[in-house]
């Protein structure tokens, strides 16, 4: 990035042009009906990490169950968990949960329009305080994410590495130069659609960019190597083996992962790490890790999930509970139909399916 960058746009005339085309070419989106802070709120956690097309029908379900910060304070966690089951990343739908029972009990119901006391809320970060702010209060604040860095980037033809923090500061100095004090909803939504289907990742639109007379990256033909990104590190591999454990009564072992940490407070079937369990465990094998004898069978297939810095490499086998202590705290016994009211995470989903769609569970 040169000095100059940010000096040579001629800021009036970008705002136009792209406001303009955002007029004529905005998407429909189900969260844009109105300025509900709380729709806005909801709709930009769920779109962390996730496609637009997958969260739009999780919204409208979600708002359907909890249409305002009330009914989803004081809904059940596991209910919410559940009404987010498969979009992933859960720490977003508990940190949602707790700062919306912040907001009815310290603001009145009402979702702070003061930029301090809404990035206190949990999990509300620069961008989720920036994206409510301007979207549904109108106030001309920056709301940077990777799409919004890789239209800026091109634009102003920065050659930092986004993946720095120091990178998206600078960033959200620039935007703050740029976004109009007039209408500066409707200019972050627009910087988020021309991201999202013309200046997109791979291969952007130039021809059909709004914007492309201010585009520095495209002036010089570089549009297709910014932005610059360097490669995070390797994910880590975890190999497990998860039991399908039935009882003598058919139900089927399932705990709660711990309230802290990845997928908290969701459910999956029990998951042993292959090193305490030895390569060897097929055949007869006895394992009391959670306080009841079990034997290990048939190995009904394997499973790999990616995780952004970790995959878990799974083997998934058939079970047998031969105790049956269902008081040791840590597992629950449930029956094969009763498995779908439990939020699992995606690859514990999959992993239902075994038994689900066992023909022999559903008699
Ligand atoms: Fe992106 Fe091309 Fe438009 Fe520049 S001209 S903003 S690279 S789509």
Not at 64 to 70: A, G, I, L, N
Not at 273 to 299: M, Q
Request: proline share 6%; hydrophobic share 35%.
């Amino acid at each position: 990035m040169t000095e100059t960058s940010i000096n040579s746009l001629n800021i009036p005339a970008f705002q136009q042009d792209l406001l303009r085309w955002y007029d004529e070419n905005k998407r429909d989106l189900p969260w844009r009906e109105d300025q509900d802070p709380y729709k806005v709120w909801v709709s930009e956690i769920m779109l962390q990490q996730t496609k637009v097309d997958t969260v739009i029908p999780y919204f409208q379900r979600f708002i359907e169950k909890f249409p305002t910060v009330y009914e989803l304070a004081e809904a059940d966690q596991q209910e919410v968990l559940k009404a987010w089951e498969g979009l992933g990343y859960y720490s977003r739908a508990r940190n949602l949960q707790n700062a919306v029972r912040e907001v009815v009990s310290n603001y009145g119901g009402k979702v702070p329009d003061d930029p301090k006391e809404l990035g206190s809320l949990k999990g509300v970060g620069p961008y989720t305080k920036g994206a409510i702010l301007s979207i549904a209060y109108d106030q001309p604040e920056p709301a940077v994410d990777g799409n919004v860095m890789r239209v800026f980037s091109r634009v102003l033809r920065i050659e930092e590495d986004i993946a720095r923090q120091k990178t998206k500061k600078l960033f959200e100095d620039h935007l703050r130069e740029i976004i109009p004090h007039e209408d500066p909803s409707s200019f972050n939504q627009a910087i988020m659609d021309l991201g999202a289907s013309i200046c997109t990742p791979t291969s952007p639109a130039c021809l059909f960019c709004p914007v492309q007379e201010h585009c520095q990256a495209f002036a010089a033909g570089v549009e297709e190597q910014l932005p610059v990104k360097k490669k995070a590190k390797k994910q880590k591999k975890i190999r497990y083996v998860v039991l399908l454990a039935k009882n003598s009564s058919g139900q089927y072992a399932i705990e709660k992962r711990p309230e802290e940490g990845l997928l908290g407070n969701l459910w999956q079937f029990p998951m042993i790490p292959i090193e305490e369990v030895g390569e060897d465990h097929t055949g007869n094998w006895f394992y009391d890790e959670y306080g009841i004898a079990l034997r290990i069978s048939g190995k009904k297939g394997e499973l790999n999930h990616v995780f952004s810095h970790l995959i878990w490499d799974m083997e998934i086998f058939d079970a047998e509970v031969l105790t049956d202590d269902s008081d040791n705290g840590r597992l629950e016994f449930t029956d094969p139909d009763k498995l779908q009211s439990y939020p699992f995470p995606v690859s514990h989903q999959k992993i239902r399916t075994y038994i689900t769609d066992d023909p022999g569970n559903n008699k």
